[in-house]
Nanobody, 125 residues
Framework: QLQLVESGGGLVQPGGSLRLACAAS????????IGWFRQAPGKEREGVSR????????NYADSVKGRFIISRDNTKNTVYLQMNSLNPEDTAVYYC??????????????????WGQGTQVTVSS
């Protein structure tokens, strides 16, 4: 059974850090680009970051560049999103997803076929 399960969300104060994890099972995880997306209340879902199948290439949205770090451990079928210097604008449900396309083509949400259920991140004092 194909599954992506996010974890690590929670409540954090502004300036704090969280590390999200996306654990995969049921498919050839190390053959897929993995992306992190987020959806804030009343807003459309947006791409946050993506990582190539080998982990050698990454990409970040401008809003998180320099604060978030994506990584993966293919031996554990897990992708991580280290989030630092969090601010209230980062409050959202965070989703991981697996793309059927290679890294350079995995730009749009529509290219991601498999999705997790999401984990809530709330940044508030």
């Amino acid at each position: 059974q194909l599954q992506l399960v996010e974890s690590g969300g929670g409540l954090v104060q502004p300036g704090g850090s969280l590390r999200l994890a996306c654990a995969a099972s049921g498919f050839a995880f190390n053959g897929h680009t993995i992306g992190w997306f987020r959806q804030a209340p009343g807003k459309e879902r947006e791409g946050v970051s993506r990582i190539s199948s080998s982990g050698s290439r990454t990409n970040y949205a401008d809003s998180v560049k320099g604060r978030f770090i994506i990584s993966r451990d293919n031996t554990k079928n897990t992708v991580y999103l280290q989030m630092n210097s969090l601010n209230p604008e980062d409050t959202a449900v965070y989703y991981c997803a697996a793309s059927l396309l290679a890294f350079d083509q995995a730009l749009r949400e529509a290219s991601y076929a498999f999705w997790g259920q999401g984990t809530q991140v709330t940044v508030s004092s």
